[in-house]
């Protein structure tokens, strides 16, 4: 899969898994939903701690990018057809947003994609991952490589 088709799928996508590293350095994954931006500034997601019951707001995940703000997520779509199997992979820097101007554009791309999010706007931290690396596999083309 190419980077154009990876990016278009990171995107679509309605959830995924995000993999952070605690500051004691084993891995701590969640599903979470994002929103994907592109600019001149180059490609970001974006995601917030939303108003959904939550033990804290001062969640794991937070406490893991202070401390390492090296992620990667993952979606992929399954199907009992196997030939229709795919994933994509992306990586980059985390970071919590504290310019009110970045924020507002981050809840507005999450809520254009999660109506929840636009009938009660979250009020918790909102984060940006510049991603540095996209990659994606689709068993199609690798089934369409061994013919």
Known sequence: M?????????TRAKVGSLATI???????????VFAVSG??????????????????????????????PAVELEVNGYD???????????????????????RERALTALAA???PYA???????????RLDRVTGWAAAEWENELR
Request: proline share 8%; aromatic share 8%.
């Open 2 to 10: 190419d980077r154009d088709e990876a990016v278009r799928r990171l």
């Open 22 to 32: 605690r500051p004691d350095g084993s891995p701590h994954v969640v599903p979470f």
């Open 39 to 68: 600019g001149t500034g180059g490609l970001r997601v974006y995601w917030c701690v939303d108003d959904k019951p939550k033990r804290s707001r001062e969640l794991q995940r937070l406490v893991n990018i202070r401390a390492h």
């Open 80 to 102: 009992d057809d196997w030939a229709a199997l795919w994933w994509v992979r992306a990586s980059g820097a985390a970071r919590e947003l504290t310019s009110s101007d970045e």
């Open 113 to 115: 994609k999660y109506p």
């Open 119 to 129: 009938e009660r706007p979250p009020s918790g931290a909102v984060v940006v991952i």
